[in-house]
């Protein structure tokens, strides 16, 4: 099966500095999800896209996260200013047209010092 | 309550055993159900999924669903040490008008020894 795209793979950055996540889905793949996890609270759904629209962003902080999907082929997480609690691992989720498959990015690790 | 819940483990067992992984879920309205497979330092990977009652095998997995105990189990038979990772319960709420929700649990760590 072919591989969601993410990156970068790993970041370090210092705490107040912007963070960018880029995810490259797979053609045919309609919504479009980004998670986090880490070992205290296990993979938390952050917002998610149909057709590049927001359809929900409920679970992300807005004072400082924002998720867009310029074009078809770029999804986005930004982060604006970190802080040491988002270290986490980032990762992008397809859903397959017609079934109900679906696939995890490669994933960012992300470390706020 | 969390939506979907998991014990977390580590469980435990020697190779060639059946492993029992169990989940629970808290919405009715869930209607598809998968389990995710994820070594250390990696992507959690679809190992199975089901959607109706009953039993659905691939291999040496066997999953489980009873809607009206709103329970999911997935069973490893002949454990290899290659099974040893976390396994996410995912469950799936279709929501008309907008995208489907899909809830982790957060893990179940198997061990499988020699």
């Known amino acids: 099966d072919a591989r969601v795209t993410q990156t970068p793979r790993d970041k370090v950055t210092e705490m107040g500095q912007e963070v960018t996540m880029r995810c490259q889905p797979i053609?045919?793949?309609?919504?479009v999800f980004w998670y986090r996890q880490t070992m205290m609270q296990g993979l938390e759904l952050l917002a998610y896209?149909?057709?590049?629209?927001?359809?929900?962003d409920s679970g992300m902080p807005k004072d400082r996260f924002s998720a867009e999907m310029p074009d078809a082929t770029l999804a986005t997480l930004k982060i604006q200013p970190s802080e040491p609690r988002d270290s986490a691992v980032y990762f992008c989720?397809?859903?397959?047209?017609?079934?109900?498959?679906?696939?995890f990015g490669s994933g960012t690790r992300l470390t706020v010092v | 309550q969390k939506e979907v819940e998991q014990n977390s483990g580590p469980l435990s067992v020697p190779e060639g055993a059946i492993a029992s992984l169990n989940c629970t879920y808290s919405?009715?309205?869930?209607?598809?159900f998968f389990w995710y497979r994820q070594y250390s330092g990696k992507s959690p990977e679809l190992i199975m999924s089901?959607?109706?009652?009953g039993d659905k095998e691939d291999g040496r997995f066997t999953a489980q669903l009873n809607k009206a105990s709103q329970y999911v189990s997935l069973l490893i038979r002949d454990s290899q040490p290659s099974d040893s990772a976390t396994y996410l319960c995912a469950v799936l709420i279709i929501n008309t008008g907008t995208a489907s929700k899909l809830t982790f649990g957060t893990g179940t760590r198997l061990q499988v020894t020699l």
């Open positions: 896209f149909r057709n590049r629209a927001p359809l929900d």
């Open positions: 989720v397809e859903e397959k047209v017609g079934n109900y498959g679906y696939t």
């Open positions: 053609l045919g793949h309609n919504t």
């Open positions: 919405d009715r309205g869930s209607q598809s």
């Open positions: 089901i959607y109706s009652n």
